[in-house]
């Protein structure tokens, strides 16, 4: 999908915080070292201030946006938060396999207090899977189930939308259309964070940037700030 290019970081003055970090800690045993993500890290992410995170393949970064999300838990801190957080674009661990794609959508409608009705029909009509909507969603190719998971984020109202740059594309054109028409308009009032080790990315999506680097995140007021030290580093 062409990721669509937005007005974020709007000149407005920051609006109430989203999510705090406060001494946030979290690491990993990879069977030869400890790998870690975060040590003592404090941050917060404020409405109206949309955030790219750079840093490089294997660092954490779908770890970090996970915990965002409450998917994972810190080892030794506390994250607060004070928003309606999205699940990652591209996680698809909420939706059950053995279920069908409508059973998944009007369930997940249930846990955010949405009326299902309304979730069920619009991701039929964005997603277009036809008689699969029905069918379980283990039976899916990668590509349906990447359908259905963005119009199940799209078809939710988030303060937060937390992108992940390994998140699963497809190839069907007219969804691309669709989706990403709905998704500009959308990210254009909400704030996003976004996380990838390509600055390209983040331009379409941010203006204020992070470095994630050896379990510290360095928070700049600019993407070309992040870049010299991101840079450097490389």
Not at 52 to 57: E, Q, T
Not at 78 to 89: A, K, N, Q, T
Not at 108 to 125: H, N
Not at 216 to 224: G, I, P, T
Request: aromatic residues 10%; glycine residues 8%; proline residues 5%.
């Amino acid at each position: 999908m062409t990721s669509p290019t937005v007005e974020a970081d709007r000149d407005e003055a920051p609006g109430r915080p989203l999510i705090d970090f406060i001494d946030v800690s979290k690491s990993f045993w990879t069977g030869k070292r400890r790998k870690i993500i975060l040590d003592r890290a404090t941050f917060r992410i404020e409405e109206g201030r949309s955030l790219g995170i750079l840093a490089p393949n294997g660092t954490g970064k779908t770890t970090l946006i996970n915990m965002m999300a409450g998917i994972e838990q810190p080892d030794e801190g506390e994250i607060i938060r004070y928003g309606r957080v999205s699940f990652p674009l591209g996680f698809m661990g909420g939706v059950m396999p053995k279920l069908s794609g409508r059973e998944n959508v009007r369930f997940i409608a249930q846990l955010y207090g949405l009326d299902p009705d309304y979730v069920e029909a619009f991701c039929m009509w964005l997603a277009d899977l036809g008689e699969y909507f029905t069918q379980p969603v283990g039976t899916y190719s990668q590509g349906m189930r990447a359908r259905l998971n963005l119009a199940l984020l799209l078809s939710l109202d988030f303060d937060l939308y937390l992108i992940d740059e390994g998140m699963p594309m497809t190839t069907d054109a007219e969804f691309n259309r669709k989706a990403g028409n709905i998704l500009s308009e959308r990210l254009k009032k909400a704030t996003v964070v976004i996380v990838s080790h390509q600055p390209k990315i983040l331009e379409k999506f941010a203006r204020q940037a992070a470095v994630l680097r050896d379990g510290r995140l360095y928070m700049f007021d600019s993407l070309e700030e992040a870049k010299e030290m991101y840079q450097y580093d490389a």
